[in-house]
């Protein structure tokens, strides 16, 4: 009887540890391109414990972040650095952000004007883009300035196709 007890009790501990690893599952990424651009580390290893309210996971790749539970924020260090943008682009916490909702819910931020450049993917049905940006802007600071900046339509060229010349 002792031994059916023991194994009934070894059999629950066991589902108990599975069903609790479930819980706290590593987050499976793909590593950007850059991901062992030193400044990575630099954004890594400051990133926070909570964004926009979720708690951070764990992932199994370098330079990435995750954050919920179902994953609702992601972040990927070392993306393809852009340049000049038609994208809608903001300013969050002193940090130029490039917005892509092109498969909106989900929405797609990438730094502008610093590198590495970083992308901030954020599950918008969850929770929000601009509590995560603010949340993240600060880790990102700690990357390198290019001199890119978003620009306001005030502050641009506007050429006038009345007055131009090749008449």
């Known amino acids: 009887m002792r031994i059916a007890r023991a194994a009934v009790a070894a059999a629950s ?3 108990l540890a599975v069903s ?3 819980c706290a599952s590593i987050v499976p990424l793909e590593p950007a391109e850059d991901a062992n651009n030193p400044g990575c580390a630099d954004v890594i290893v400051r990133l926070p414990d909570t964004v926009a309210g ?7 790749a370098q330079a990435t972040g995750a954050w919920g539970s179902p994953t609702s924020v992601l972040l990927y260090c070392g993306v393809d650095v852009p340049s000049a943008s038609t994208q809608r682009c903001v300013q969050v916490d002193g940090i ?3 917005v892509d909702g092109d498969k ?3 929405y797609v931020m990438t730094s502008y004007g610093r590198e590495p450049a970083v992308d901030v993917v954020v599950d918008t049905s969850v929770t929000g883009t601009t509590p995560a940006l603010m949340d993240l802007s600060r880790v990102v600071s700690f990357t ?3 001199g890119h900046e978003c620009t306001d339509l005030d502050d ?3 050429i006038d196709g009345s007055s131009g010349s090749g008449g």
């Open 13 to 15: 501990a066991v589902a």
């Open 156 to 158: 641009a060229d506007i």
């Open 20 to 22: 609790l690893a479930g």
């Open 104 to 106: 909106a819910p989900t």
């Open 96 to 98: 130029y952000w490039l």
């Open 144 to 146: 390198t300035p290019n």
């Open 54 to 60: 979720q708690d951070r996971r764990e992932t199994n």
